[in-house]
């Protein structure tokens, strides 16, 4: 089972779009976990995680979090999340991950 992690200012905008990947995945029969997490705990929510995506507010911090991660860490494509469109978002993640 993978672990997506994604990563906002607070945790609370990426939770709809948590929410349309789970449907996604579900109807694909893909098994995961997916959380929203506030940027700022990073490197425990993110430290078992198989990929890390990043809210378009915090897309700046792509660098500094590959750094300290052991997983890919992407930002979430912004036209993805203005249309909290969760199947193209777990498209991309199955994509990076080889799924």
């Known amino acids: 089972m993978r672990k997506i992690v994604l990563l906002c200012?607070?945790?609370?905008?990426?939770?709809?779009?948590?929410?349309?990947?789970?449907?996604?995945?579900?109807?694909?029969?893909?098994?995961?976990?997916?959380?929203?997490?506030?940027?700022?705990?990073a490197a425990e929510a993110g430290a078992d995680a198989d990929i890390v995506l990043l809210g378009p507010q915090v897309r700046f911090q792509v660098n500094k979090l590959s750094k300290q991660l052991s997983c890919p860490v992407e930002a979430i494509d912004p036209m993805v999340y203005g249309r909290m469109d969760g199947a193209a978002l777990l498209k991309h993640v199955r994509e990076v991950l080889d799924d």
Do not use: H
């Open 9 to 41: 200012s607070a945790g609370m905008s990426t939770s709809l779009l948590v929410n349309k990947m789970r449907d996604a995945a579900k109807e694909q029969g893909y098994e995961c976990s997916i959380e929203a997490d506030p940027v700022r705990t």
